[in-house]
Nanobody, 125 residues
Framework: QVQLVESGGGLVQAGGSLGLSCAASGLISSYYPVGWFRQAPGMEREFVARISWNGDSTTYADSVKGRFTISRDYAKFTVYLQMNSLKHGDTAVYYC??????????????????WGQGTQVTVAS
């Protein structure tokens, strides 16, 4: 059974930093595309960032570009999202998601096979 578990959320002041982790279990290989999404209260869930299966390609939403960094550790089956210069508007539940194979369309949620339960990030203004 494949599971994705996010961790690292919490409360931070505007301008601060947080690092999120997405640990996978139940997968034979750690080489799979991963995306981070977020959902703010009353809003649709939106794409934040993604990393390719081999780590050589990353993409960010315009709203987080230059502030967030996605990376991965294949040995630990873990993908990270480092969030710097956080703003009140970054407050949301953050989810990671994985594709079993590279389908592209990384910003489309139904292209992902597995999702984590989410972790809350709250940025105090």
């Amino acid at each position: 059974q494949v599971q994705l578990v996010e961790s690292g959320g919490g409360l931070v002041q505007a301008g601060g930093s947080l690092g999120l982790s997405c640990a996978a279990s139940g997968l034979i290989s750690s080489y799979y595309p991963v995306g981070w999404f977020r959902q703010a209260p009353g809003m649709e869930r939106e794409f934040v960032a993604r990393i390719s299966w081999n780590g050589d390609s990353t993409t960010y939403a315009d709203s987080v570009k230059g502030r967030f960094t996605i990376s991965r550790d294949y040995a630990k089956f873990t993908v990270y999202l480092q969030m710097n210069s956080l703003k009140h508007g970054d407050t949301a539940v953050y989810y990671c998601a994985a594709q079993l194979c590279d389908r592209g369309s990384f910003y489309i949620q139904n292209k992902y096979d597995y999702w984590g339960q989410g972790t809350q990030v709250t940025v105090a203004s």
